[in-house]
């Protein structure tokens, strides 16, 4: 399993390359991003350690128990004998159905659901797609982390 941390890192790179890809507009109620970076949002966040515990719990519920360990960590072993090889693309196919009411993500949904759901099942460990997944709320983690501190 020596090459588990290689494999990790070239599913992060794959997954971020998905986030150049033309997608359709985000509602800008929706966007996280617009709303860090607005100053209504700036304001909100400064010092408010409470806003970011929930933030960061929605992170982990999200990324780690909610999707990953649902999706990789139960429902991809168990579809091994129903689909055969052909697991992964159907674990896929669930995970972007499970993501339709966010129309403007999908074409990251597609790709990212095959890039997490191969690597899961190759070493038969969610812990594959919950690093890769949670890379994002790393990211966002630290973003929203600067912003509570200021």
Same mark, same amino acid.
């Given at each position: 399993?020596?090459? !588990?941390? @290689?494999?990790?890192?070239? %599913?992060?790179?794959? #997954?971020?390359?998905? *986030?150049? =890809?033309?997608?359709?507009?985000?509602?800008?109620?929706?966007?996280?991003?617009?709303?860090?970076?607005?100053?209504?949002?700036?304001?909100?966040?400064?010092?408010?350690?409470?806003?970011? !515990?929930? @933030?960061?719990?929605?992170? %982990?519920?999200?990324? #780690?128990?909610?999707? *990953?360990? =649902?999706?990789?960590?139960?429902?991809?072993?168990?579809?091994?004998?129903?689909?055969?090889?052909?697991?992964?693309?159907?674990?896929?196919?669930?995970?972007?159905?499970?993501?339709?009411?966010?129309?403007?993500?999908?074409?990251? %949904?597609?790709?990212?659901?095959?890039?997490?759901?191969?690597?899961?099942?190759?070493?038969?460990?969610?812990?594959?797609?919950?690093?890769?997944?949670?890379?994002?709320?790393?990211?966002?983690?630290?973003?929203?982390?600067?912003?509570?501190?200021?």
């Amino acid at each position: 399993m020596g090459s !588990a941390p @290689i494999t990790r890192g070239l %599913v992060v790179l794959a #997954v971020a390359a998905t *986030e150049v =890809l033309p997608s359709p507009p985000v509602p800008a109620g929706r966007d996280l991003g617009i709303f860090l970076d607005s100053s209504a949002g700036q304001d909100f966040l400064a010092g408010n350690w409470a806003w970011f !515990a929930v @933030i960061l719990t929605m992170f %982990v519920f999200n990324t #780690v128990l909610g999707e *990953e360990l =649902l999706f990789r960590g139960l429902l991809l072993p168990r579809m091994q004998g129903r689909f055969g090889r052909w697991d992964w693309v159907v674990n896929g196919v669930l995970f972007t159905a499970y993501h339709l009411h966010v129309p403007w993500a999908m074409p990251n %949904v597609v790709l990212d659901t095959f890039v997490l759901a191969y690597p899961s099942r190759r070493y038969r460990s969610a812990l594959v797609g919950i690093a890769v997944h949670s890379a994002q709320s790393v990211f966002f983690t630290a973003l929203v982390l600067v912003l509570v501190l200021r």
